[in-house]
């Protein structure tokens, strides 16, 4: 069966300090994945999804990063982090064309102080 | 571009009575439409989805939505919620000028299920 891990699970971390969220996924291949952020009080905003090794697509301009040096690892990072990085960071994956919708981590609390 | 809109941001609601949690979408061409649940600091799970057939689709806890293309809307429903269903939920679509490669979600509404 297909699982996602996701980790750290919760993450403090001063402004202007590096950061790097992992991502990995079982018993599936060649998935899409996906890094979303959920600040407090606001719905899901997709911040870089992959549909291959190295194929990066970034949504939305920030102070963030995006990786893919395997087929089922996506990395999430930033050289220095700002207050407004503080979040819900949810890795997701899917198979592009089986209309399963995505299937998600548990997610990791990150605050950055 | 694709959109989800979800109106109501909370909705309260007694133990027992029924609920409705509304969506409506942008696109009016093919698309496929989910709802996801999501209970504090944890991910989100999938509750049920709309990709064809039936207009009328149920989870396994109650909960049913009605895909309305018409009125581009498919609308959650539970005729009686329990505490437990307190948490935050999400629609969700793909598909139509987005492509099937994106979710789109809306901003979420959150439940809260008072004895």
């Known amino acids: 069966s297909q699982t996602i891990h996701q980790w750290p699970a919760t993450l403090v971390q001063p402004v202007g300090s590096p950061l790097s969220l992992e991502c990995t996924v079982e018993?599936?291949?060649?998935?899409?994945l996906y890094w979303y952020r959920q600040a407090a009080g606001r719905g899901l905003q997709l911040l870089f999804y992959?549909?291959?090794?190295g194929q990066i697509s970034s949504e939305v301009p920030q102070n963030l990063s995006a990786s893919r040096p395997q087929d089922r690892q996506f990395i999430l990072s930033s050289k220095k982090l700002l207050l407004s990085d503080s979040g819900f960071y949810l890795c997701?994956?899917?198979?592009w064309g089986q209309g399963d919708g995505y299937t998600f981590g548990s997610g990791t609390r990150l605050t950055v102080v | 571009a694709q959109s989800v809109t979800q109106l109501d941001s909370q909705v309260p609601v007694f133990e027992e009575a029924p609920v409705e949690l509304r969506c409506n979408y942008s696109?009016?061409?093919?698309?496929?439409l989910f709802w996801y649940v999501q209970y504090p600091n944890q991910g989100l799970q999938l509750l049920l989805k709309?990709?064809?057939?039936?207009?009328l689709v149920e989870s396994i806890n109650g909960f049913e939505a009605e895909f309305n293309k018409s009125q581009t809307s498919f609308h959650l429903r539970k005729p009686s919620v329990h505490i437990s269903d307190t948490a935050e939920y999400f629609c969700?679509?793909?598909?139509?000028?987005?492509?099937?490669?994106?979710?789109?979600f809306g901003t979420g509404t959150r439940l809260l299920v008072s004895p």
């Open positions: 997701a994956w899917s198979v």
């Open positions: 018993g599936t291949s060649n998935p899409n």
């Open positions: 992959s549909v291959g090794i």
């Open positions: 696109s009016s061409v093919s698309v496929y």
């Open positions: 709309y990709l064809s057939g039936s207009t």
């Open positions: 969700a679509v793909t598909g139509g000028n987005t492509g099937f490669q994106k979710l789109v």
